[in-house]
């Protein structure tokens, strides 16, 4: 399923559920991070190609978006009794973000950084199904269900706005590059209790 929608060569092994339900507070914890973090990538995006004014228009309202979703995530942590706690490092994210060409052409080095950002994006959409699908929590079920959608709607954004501004045979051959990238990092890292990548 995730290779044919969200064509990550390398699935979520499904004990990863077991371990976030564990763990369901450091799990929210860094999900809220990685919503603020999401949004404040998308605003440096912004930032850096303001003559870009389909991305700015489209980014501006995914902004908007997943600061939704840290505040959704905030609730569902105050509900529970829990707090923010402190941010973590990102290693998946890291890790794929050193493959963004430096050096290179204005419009390569946004390509990389659009479908990098599809990437996690689709990854975590990818984990939003696996916990919908498998929590037993009722109300983080709908939750993840919802954020599933959203998170699948990004990638196609990320990837669509890649297509604006390279032609579309670059995109999918880089975008292919990245997608093994990915898998190899993936598979490399291992499962960590509180962490959503």
């Known amino acids: 399923m995730a290779k044919s929608i969200l064509k990550l060569q390398l699935p979520t092994d499904p004990r990863w559920v077991n371990i ?3 763990n369901i507070e450091e799990i929210l914890v860094d999900h809220a991070y990685c919503e603020q973090k999401a949004a404040s990538s998308a605003i440096s995006l912004i930032v850096k190609y303001p003559d870009k004014t389909k991305l700015v228009e489209e980014l501006t309202a995914l902004v908007a978006e997943e600061w ?3 505040e959704r995530v905030l609730e569902e942590l105050k509900k529970r009794g829990y707090t923010l706690g402190r941010n973590r490092n990102d290693e998946y ?3 794929l973000s050193k493959h963004i060409r430096k050096g290179d052409k204005r419009e390569r080095q946004l390509m990389d950084h659009l479908l990098v950002n599809a990437l ?3 990854r975590s959409c ?3 199904k696996l916990l919908w699908k498998n929590i037993q929590d009722e109300g983080l079920q709908k939750f993840y269900y919802e954020l599933m959608v959203s998170e699948a ?3 196609v954004s990320f990837v669509k706005l890649a297509k604006e501004y390279m032609p579309k045979e670059v995109v999918d051959a880089r975008f292919q590059e990245l997608l093994q990238i990915e898998s190899d990092i993936i598979s490399k890292l291992k ?3 509180d962490r959503m990548h």
């Open 191 to 193: 499962y960590r209790p």
């Open 68 to 70: 939704s979703h840290f």
């Open 20 to 22: 976030a339900e564990m």
């Open 153 to 155: 709607a990004h990638y």
């Open 126 to 128: 990818e984990r939003f």
């Open 120 to 122: 996690v994006e689709a």
């Open 93 to 95: 994210v890291a890790e």
